[in-house]
């Protein structure tokens, strides 16, 4: 899924700090929620901290989101579509890749924030790094100020769930051939040229070969219909 295949694979350098490796990510990392099983968790071992500032419109995280995404420079109503597209708000969610909880984090995600891998299964904890993670995605991707909302939101999505290598890598396709490499249309091309070794092979792909075009295009396609379903339910 995706936070589980998203961008990187975290190694502890010799002075204990983390180094960020940008991986491969093959068909098998984008798992949706039909491939995910449910594993029960102690109870003591999710703690959600609902309160009852504003009422809950989307679900009954709505205030851990709104916190979540003031703090993290995210829009809170995106964070509730990807939630439900991961785990249909369901907390104690484990996927046969080892992602956990309602955002469906992978313990490597945890420790390149230098978060307990523990506290994976508290949903804010949870949802926080989900948070920490697009932010991180948005600086890495450099996309100007002026890139439509939209397209931006599609790209960072495009990352999170097939790897930021590989958005990178049909960014520069899409450059090298004079596209515009801010727009997802653009962006979401050049994912699928990535299946063809005249593209793959090409000096400005440094992630290889991608052949889970089809499944990412439809992430993004699914996130992005239920973030606007939920902005007309919610401000």
Same mark, same amino acid.
């Given at each position: 899924?995706?936070?589980?295949?998203?961008?990187?694979?975290? *190694?502890?350098?010799?002075? +204990?700090?983390?180094?960020?490796?940008?991986?491969?990510?093959?068909?098998?990392?984008?798992?949706?929620?039909?491939?995910?099983?449910?594993?029960?968790?102690?109870?003591?071992?999710?703690?959600?901290? /609902?309160?009852?500032?504003?009422?809950?419109?989307?679900?009954?995280?709505?205030?851990?989101?709104?916190?979540?995404?003031?703090?993290?420079?995210?829009?809170?109503?995106?964070?509730?579509?990807?939630? *439900?597209?991961?785990?249909?708000?369901?907390?104690?969610?484990?996927?046969?890749? +080892?992602?956990?909880?309602?955002?469906?984090?992978?313990?490597?995600?945890?420790?390149?924030?230098?978060?307990?891998?523990?506290?994976?299964?508290?949903?804010?904890?949870?949802?926080?790094?989900?948070?920490?993670?697009?932010?991180?995605?948005?600086?890495?991707?450099?996309?100007?100020?002026?890139?439509?909302?939209?397209?931006?939101?599609?790209?960072?999505?495009?990352?999170?769930?097939?790897?930021?290598?590989?958005?990178?890598?049909?960014?520069?396709?899409?450059?090298?051939?004079?596209?515009?490499?801010?727009?997802?249309?653009?962006?979401?091309?050049?994912?699928?040229?990535?299946?063809?070794?005249?593209?793959?092979?090409?000096?400005? /792909?440094?992630? +290889?070969?991608?052949?889970?075009?089809?499944?990412?295009?439809? *992430?993004?396609?699914?996130?992005?219909?239920? *973030?606007?379903?939920?902005?007309?339910?919610?401000?």
């Amino acid at each position: 899924m995706v936070l589980t295949a998203a961008m990187f694979a975290v *190694y502890e350098s010799t002075q +204990g700090q983390p180094n960020i490796v940008v991986m491969t990510v093959t068909e098998e990392a984008t798992a949706n929620i039909e491939d995910v099983e449910v594993v029960a968790v102690e109870s003591n071992e999710v703690q959600t901290a /609902v309160t009852d500032e504003l009422p809950c419109i989307i679900s009954k995280f709505d205030p851990i989101m709104r916190k979540v995404g003031e703090e993290e420079g995210q829009d809170w109503r995106l964070m509730s579509a990807i939630a *439900y597209h991961e785990s249909r708000f369901i907390e104690n969610l484990q996927s046969k890749q +080892g992602a956990r909880g309602i955002m469906q984090i992978r313990p490597v995600v945890a420790r390149h924030f230098d978060v307990p891998v523990e506290s994976i299964d508290d949903t804010e904890t949870n949802i926080r790094l989900a948070g920490m993670l697009l932010t991180e995605l948005d600086d890495m991707l450099h996309m100007p100020a002026s890139t439509p909302v939209a397209d931006r939101m599609s790209i960072i999505l495009a990352s999170y769930n097939a790897g930021i290598g590989h958005v990178l890598d049909a960014r520069r396709l899409a450059r090298m051939e004079g596209a515009n490499p801010n727009s997802w249309d653009e962006v979401s091309h050049y994912l699928q040229l990535k299946a063809d070794p005249a593209y793959y092979e090409l000096d400005e /792909v440094q992630s +290889g070969k991608f052949t889970g075009s089809r499944q990412t295009l439809a *992430y993004v396609r699914e996130v992005m219909e239920k *973030y606007d379903q939920y902005c007309t339910m919610a401000s």
